[in-house]
């Protein structure tokens, strides 16, 4: 059982909807992360969160609106998404985010598949 | 820039013939290394990580890495392949951001096993 869970699995939404996706992490770790996963497209990192702190947005829309409530839980707000948003969304976590962080390896939760219509 | 390039977009295998993966890293100084795996509809699982320790370095499910810094090489490998192993294999180079550990992902080798 993977140690970081997403809801939903799956989500169809038109371009005037606005929904939220989840993450929750049950391993003790204080840095969680959003990635954006399209196809044939490296992993690309939107958000990274540290103690609740965001210390990272990686010129990410705005229509895109992270939230970390605690260090367990992340969410990403969505409203008026466009066509090019479909893809693969993955939260991850990892320990901690200082020097001896460095080598920590993030895990990963199985993803939201996000389709826009 | 550290970055890493995985020489393959794809790989076919017999079941029970051995498996490498190619990866090459960019780094101006020691990296952390890691292989990652992706099932389909899954996330991403970490197989093994490379930290400045023992040059060749065991993950799950019986693959290693053996990192060579002369060739700035750390390419993935298994002796004999399980139907099981098909999936998306990511190279991962891991480097300081501004106060985070940020993962340089390449763009992933499609593993395919064939009976």
């Known amino acids: 059982e993977t140690g970081v869970t997403q809801t939903p699995r799956h989500l169809v939404m038109g371009m005037t909807n606005k929904k939220s996706l989840k993450c929750e992490q049950h391993l003790g770790h204080n840095a969680m992360y959003w990635y954006k996963q399209s196809a044939k497209k490296p992993l690309e990192l939107m958000f990274v969160?540290?103690?609740?702190?965001?210390?990272e947005n990686n010129s990410v829309p705005s229509r895109f609106s992270p939230e970390c409530p605690n260090s367990s839980h992340l969410f990403l707000h969505l409203h008026t998404l466009q066509p090019e948003d479909s893809a693969l969304y993955l939260c991850?976590?990892?320990?901690?985010?200082?020097?001896?962080?460095?080598?920590?390896?993030?895990?990963f939760g199985d993803g939201t598949r996000l389709s826009i219509l | 820039a550290q970055s890493v390039t995985q020489l393959d977009s794809h790989v076919s295998v017999s079941e029970g013939t051995p498996v490498l993966l190619r990866c090459n890293y960019s780094s101006s100084y020691s990296p952390s290394l890691f292989w990652y795996v992706q099932h389909p509809n899954k996330g991403l699982q970490l197989l093994l990580k490379y930290t400045s320790a023992a040059t060749l370095v065991k993950g799950i499910n019986g693959f290693e890495a053996e990192f060579k810094k002369s060739e700035t090489s750390f390419h993935l490998t298994k002796p004999s392949a399980h139907m099981s192993d098909a999936a998306e294999y990511f190279c991962?180079?891991?480097?300081?951001?501004?106060?985070?550990?940020?993962?340089?992902f390449g763009t992933g080798t499609r593993l395919l096993v064939s009976p």
């Open positions: 991850a976590s990892s320990q901690d985010l200082t020097g001896r962080g460095f080598n920590q390896p993030q895990h």
């Open positions: 969160y540290n103690f609740k702190e965001q210390t």
């Open positions: 991962v180079v891991s480097v300081p951001g501004t106060g985070f550990q940020k993962l340089v």
